[in-house]
């Protein structure tokens, strides 16, 4: 009699569930983690710009703004709408940097565009507490402002409260999820 060597259904079936179960384990923490690097990289971003319009404000010896838009990649050219401010608290979509040559953080017509940033990724929200535009002065001081990042599908400590000092500094903290 012949000896049959290989695997039984039975053994096939436990090693199935078994990767089941690893790849359901992995692929909660692998989410987990794409939400902490997307505000990260969000935050990263915020604080480049702000950066910018310290640097640009001193430069040119005039304030320069930056607000919430909702066209934040749309071409600054006559045959388009110029990215402008949306003059809303939500930043969600993405932002524009600009020259403020008037100071009252709101882009007119012949004011320079200096860069656009991108917002959130995903259905999440940026919301900037009651802060229509961050308006840098002359000599690059922004004024305390305070952000609010909720992630969509918000678990644990992913809620980032976004503090963005006088003097330019940004610091966050992690908030339990609403």
Not at 15 to 40: D, H, P
Request: some cysteine.
């Amino acid at each position: 009699m012949k000896k049959n060597s290989g695997y039984t259904i039975v053994e096939l079936m436990a090693v199935v569930a078994v990767i089941g179960i690893l790849s359901a384990i992995a692929f909660s923490s692998f989410q987990y983690l794409v939400v902490t690097n997307n505000s990260a990289e969000l935050l990263n971003k915020l604080k480049s710009h702000v950066n910018l319009a310290r640097a640009e404000a001193i430069r040119r010896n005039t304030s320069v703004s930056i607000c919430a838009t909702n066209n934040p990649n749309q071409a600054d050219n006559p045959a388009t709408p110029l990215p402008a401010c949306n003059g809303t608290a939500v930043w969600t979509a993405g932002w524009i940097v600009f020259v403020d040559n008037n100071g009252n953080g709101s882009r007119d017509a012949a004011e320079i565009l200096l860069t656009t940033g991108a917002g959130v990724k995903d259905q999440s929200a940026f919301i900037a507490n009651n802060i229509n535009a961050i308006v840098v002065n002359t000599r690059g001081f922004p004024g305390s402002k305070t952000f609010t990042f909720t992630p969509s599908n918000c678990k644990g400590n992913q809620k980032l409260n976004v503090t963005l000092t006088t003097s330019g500094d940004i610091t966050k903290t992690n908030t339990a999820c609403p």
